[in-house]
């Protein structure tokens, strides 16, 4: 393969909390993508975006600080920045996150078994405007939002709510009680209440009832 020179290629940041991870992937990537930044948490990650302004973010789910929005808490604070695009890359392959983080404006989510070759494509798709997810969680975001584009996956008042939130969220619109919640999310019965309140409080809601149907208006149920 013949050598490319670093202007032809897209300009990459790596965000995730772990260095040997990131370390890797800078190595794999090496002569194929042009890694100017480095993100470790949601405010070192906010640093590296704003100050390289890459064209692609490669970006994981689950990452430390801020206000516990963890990766989609970082697409968020650069939607000032429309030349940028974000990729999601995670070991998780759950529904929840996939939702949290594409609804805040990453363009793709791919897991961590992708191949090399297959991230560097994604790359490339994702930074002239292209959607890319691996296929078992396409079916995840066509659940979730119908037919619609990527454009259209944004909505306010879920981005107000942390991936957990809207895990619990989705239970008690399905008519869980908060034991079975507790039981199916491993927590406990009085951590559930706490995350009902927090919810009800950010969609400005008064009871379940309200909440399900809230749900149901966005088929997110």
Do not use: N
């Not at 949290?100 to 790359?123: E, F, H, P």
């Amino acid at each position: 393969m013949d050598e490319q020179s670093t202007g032809d290629l897209r300009r990459v940041v790596i965000v995730d909390d772990h260095g040997i991870f990131r370390a890797g992937l800078k190595s794999e990537l090496s002569g194929r993508v042009e890694v100017i930044g480095e993100g470790h948490d949601v405010e070192s990650a906010i640093a590296a975006v704003r100050a390289g302004r890459p064209e692609v973010v490669l970006l994981d789910v689950h990452l430390p600080g801020g206000t516990g929005g963890g990766g989609a808490e970082v697409v968020r604070a650069c939607r000032d920045l429309p030349e940028v695009r974000f990729l999601a890359i995670s070991v998780s392959d759950q529904a929840e996150d996939v939702v949290s983080v594409i609804r805040a404006g990453a363009r793709g989510y791919v897991t961590k078994t992708i191949s090399t070759a297959d991230l560097v494509q994604a790359v490339q798709d994702v930074a002239t405007g292209d959607a890319v997810f691996s296929p078992r969680l396409a079916g995840f975001v066509l659940d979730a939002f119908g037919t619609g584009g990527v454009e259209d996956l944004r909505d306010e008042e879920l981005d107000r709510l942390s991936a957990r939130e809207v895990e619990v969220m989705r239970l008690i619109a399905r008519g869980y009680t908060y034991r079975e919640i507790a039981g199916e999310l491993f927590i406990s019965i009085k951590t559930v209440e706490t995350h009902v309140s927090k919810v009800l409080r950010k969609l400005q809601l008064s009871s379940r009832h309200e909440l399900t149907r809230w749900a149901e208006r966005r088929r997110i149920i």
